[in-house]
C-alpha cells in the first residue's frame, strides 16, 4: 500500500506545502467516493462540454468553409505553415500546458475570498511580464522571417512562389500569439475561481471569426489571417466581464514568490513542449516532402480527430484539476496534524482521478470507434463541396484512421497528465513527454519512406501509447494501483460497446450506400444520420445492457441540470 507522503512527492510540492492553506469546511470539496457523490466535477465538466461542443461544431464549420473556399490547395498549405509559428509560440508560453500545469494550481491558492488581493496583484505581475516577453517575440519573428518560415518547412515546397505566400502570411500572422496569450492567463485565473462558463466559450469566438471573416474575403487566403488575429483579440474581450472584480496593474515584480512558483512549475512542462514544437516542426517538414498539401490532410483530420477529444477529455479533465488541486491543499493543511484525514484525502485524490478516467474511458472508446467506421461519410458530408475532391475525402479519411489508433491513450493520457500537474508535478510527465517524443520522431523517419505521409500518424499513436504507460507506471510507483476503483469493470464495458457500435455503424453504412444514392448532399446525410444513428442506438442500449454506471450516472445529472429552473 503506498505512503501518504507519496501524493505528493515532488520537491516543488513540497516547499508549497510549507505554508498551507487550510480550507473551510464550507470550501472543502465533498469526498467523491464515486461518480454519482462527483456531482460538482460533472457539473463543471457539463458547462465546459458545452462550451467544447460549440467550439468543436464551429471549428468544424471553420474547416468547412476552408474546404470549400480552398480545399485542400497548396494555398491553403502556405497559411498552415505561416500560422505554425504564432500558434508554436503560444504553446510554448502560454498555452493549455501552462494553464493546466502551473497557473490553475498556483492561482487556486490564492482564490479564497481572504486573498483575493494577493491573486490580483499575482495575476498584474504574470500579465505584465509576459506581455513583455511576448513583444519581443513578436519583433523578433517580424525581423527574421525568412529564416523563420525555412525552418517551418517552406523551403520544402516544390513552388517556390509557395515561400514567398508564407512568409508574407507569416508577417501577418504573428501578433496573434500575444492575443491569444493575454486571454489564455484570463483563463487561468477564471478557472482557479471556477468561473468556467465565459471561458468555456473562448475557442467558439475563435472560430466563429475566422469563419465569418473568410466569408466577407471568399478569393483571398489572407482572410484566414486576420481572421486569426480578430478571434485571438476577441477571447480577451469576452472574458472580461467574468473579472469585474479583478484589480490590474502594470507591474514586473518578476521576484514575486508567486511567480517564481509558476515558472518552477512549468520549466519542465516548457522543456518537454520544446521537444514537442521541434518534433511537430520536423512533422510539417516531413509532410511537405510528400506533396505540397499534405500537411493540409493532417490539419482536416486532426480537426476530426480532436472533435470527441476535446468535447470528452479536455472539459473533464479542466473541471477535475481544481477539484483535485483543493485535495492536494486540504491533503497538506492535516498530514501533519491529522494522519487518517491525510489519508482520507490521498483516497479521495484517487477516487476523483479514477472517476474521471472510468467516464473517459465509457465516451472516448465508443466515439473512436464510430468515427474509424464512419471516417469517409463524414468527412465527405463535411468537406466534400466546393474545391474539395472525392480524392480530398480519401486521403483525408485514410490519415484520420490512422491518427484514431492513438485518440483512446491521448484521452486516458491527458486526465493522468492534470492529474500530475494538480499535485504540482511537472517534472515527471515533460520526462515521459522527452521520451515519447524522441519515439515519435525515429518512428516517423524510419517510415516516411515505405509509407510515406502515413507514417506521421503511426508515429503519433505510439507516441500517446508510450507517454500513457509511461504515465501509469509512474501513478503506481507514487500512489499505488487504480484498479480496486472499478477501472478494468470500465475498461472491458466499453470496449465491448465499442465494437459492437463499430461493427454496427460500419455495416449500416455500407448497406445505406448500397441501397440509396449518396452523391449530394442529401445522400451523404443519409449515411452518416441512418449509420450513426443505428451506431448510437447501439451504445445506449449496450450502457443498459452492461449496466455502464457512469453513462447512466452522466445521463442522470446532465438530465437534472437541464431540467432545473434558472430560480433554483
Not at 498555452?95 to 481572504?114: I, R, W
Not at 466515439?367 to 474545391?387: D, K, R, V, Y
Not at 515527471?428 to 517524443?437: E, L, N, W
Request: hydrophobic content about 55%.
Amino acid at each position: 500500500m503506498p505512503k501518504v507522503n507519496h501524493l505528493l512527492n515532488s520537491k516543488d510540492a513540497t516547499e508549497d506545502a510549507n505554508q498551507p492553506v487550510p480550507l473551510d469546511e464550507a470550501e472543502r470539496p465533498s469526498s467523491p467516493t464515486n461518480l454519482s457523490q462527483n456531482k460538482g466535477v460533472v457539473k463543471a465538466a457539463a458547462v465546459l462540454a458545452i462550451g467544447n461542443i460549440t467550439s468543436r461544431v464551429l471549428g468544424l464549420v471553420r474547416e468547412i468553409v476552408k474546404s470549400n473556399l480552398f480545399g485542400a490547395s497548396d494555398l491553403l498549405g502556405a497559411y498552415t505553415v505561416a500560422a505554425l509559428v504564432p500558434m508554436t509560440l503560444f504553446n510554448l508560453i502560454t498555452g493549455g500546458e501552462m494553464v493546466s500545469s502551473s497557473l490553475v494550481p498556483v492561482f487556486s491558492d490564492f482564490a479564497s475570498k481572504e486573498r483575493r488581493k494577493e491573486l490580483w496583484g499575482v495575476v498584474s505581475t504574470f500579465l505584465s511580464l509576459a506581455t513583455a516577453v511576448l513583444l519581443v517575440l513578436v519583433a523578433l519573428v517580424l525581423l527574421f522571417t525568412p529564416q523563420v518560415a525555412w525552418l517551418a518547412g517552406a523551403r520544402n515546397f516544390s513552388d517556390g512562389s509557395l515561400t514567398a505566400v508564407t512568409e508574407q502570411l507569416m508577417r501577418l500572422a504573428i501578433p496573434a500569439v500575444l492575443f491569444l496569450s493575454i486571454a489564455s492567463i484570463l483563463t487561468g485565473v477564471l478557472y482557479a475561481l471556477e468561473r468556467f462558463t465565459l471561458p468555456a466559450f473562448t475557442a467558439a469566438v475563435f472560430n466563429s471569426t475566422i469563419v465569418v471573416v473568410a466569408l466577407l474575403r471568399p478569393d483571398e487566403i489572407d482572410s484566414l489571417v486576420y481572421g486569426l488575429l480578430l478571434g485571438s483579440f476577441l477571447q480577451i474581450v469576452l472574458q472580461l466581464p467574468a473579472l469585474r472584480d479583478g484589480r490590474f496593474r502594470i507591474q514586473f515584480n518578476w521576484r514575486h514568490p508567486a511567480v517564481r512558483r509558476i515558472l518552477i512549475l512549468y520549466a519542465p512542462i516548457v522543456v518537454g513542449l520544446l521537444v514537442n514544437q521541434v518534433a511537430i516542426w520536423i512533422s510539417y517538414n516531413l509532410a511537405i516532402r510528400t506533396g505540397d498539401n499534405s500537411v493540409v490532410y493532417m490539419t482536416y483530420a486532426t480537426t476530426l480527430y480532436q472533435f470527441p477529444l476535446g468535447l470528452v477529455v479536455t472539459a473533464l479533465s479542466m473541471a477535475t484539476l481544481p477539484t483535485l488541486s483543493q485535495i492536494v491543499i486540504a491533503y497538506h493543511a492535516n498530514k501533519n496534524v491529522d494522519a487518517a484525514a491525510a489519508t482520507a484525502r490521498v483516497q479521495e485524490f484517487k477516487q476523483t482521478l479514477a472517476s474521471g478516467l472510468r467516464l473517459v474511458l465509457t465516451l472516448i472508446l465508443p466515439a473512436t470507434a464510430g468515427l474509424f467506421a464512419l471516417a469517409p461519410a463524414i468527412i465527405a458530408l463535411l468537406l466534400e463541396h466546393g474545391e474539395f475532391t472525392p480524392q480530398d475525402t480519401a486521403v483525408t479519411a485514410n490519415v484520420l484512421r490512422v491518427y484514431l489508433a492513438g485518440l483512446p491513450f491521448a484521452a486516458i493520457d491527458q486526465m493522468l497528465v492534470y492529474a500530475s500537474y494538480a499535485r504540482k508535478d511537472t517534472w515527471r510527465p515533460a520526462v515521459a513527454g522527452i521520451i515519447s517524443i524522441v519515439i515519435y520522431t525515429i518512428t516517423a523517419v524510419l517510415l516516411l519512406e515505405p509509407i510515406g505521409l502515413y507514417s506521421l500518424m503511426v508515429a503519433d499513436a505510439i507516441k500517446h501509447f508510450c507517454h500513457t504507460m509511461i504515465m501509469l507506471w509512474l501513478l503506481q510507483k507514487q500512489l499505488g494501483d487504480l484498479r480496486s476503483f472499478g477501472l478494468s469493470t470500465a475498461t472491458w464495458k466499453a470496449v465491448v460497446a465499442s465494437i459492437l457500435t463499430g461493427l454496427v455503424a460500419f455495416g449500416a453504412s455500407e448497406i445505406v450506400v448500397s441501397l440509396l444514392p449518396t452523391t449530394g448532399f442529401l445522400g451523404k446525410l443519409s449515411v452518416v444520420a441512418l449509420a450513426g444513428g443505428l451506431g448510437l442506438l447501439t451504445f445506449l442500449g449496450l450502457v443498459q445492457l452492461l449496466n455502464i454506471t457512469e453513462a447512466q450516472i452522466l445521463h442522470r445529472t446532465l438530465a437534472a441540470r437541464f431540467r432545473r429552473k434558472p430560480s433554483e
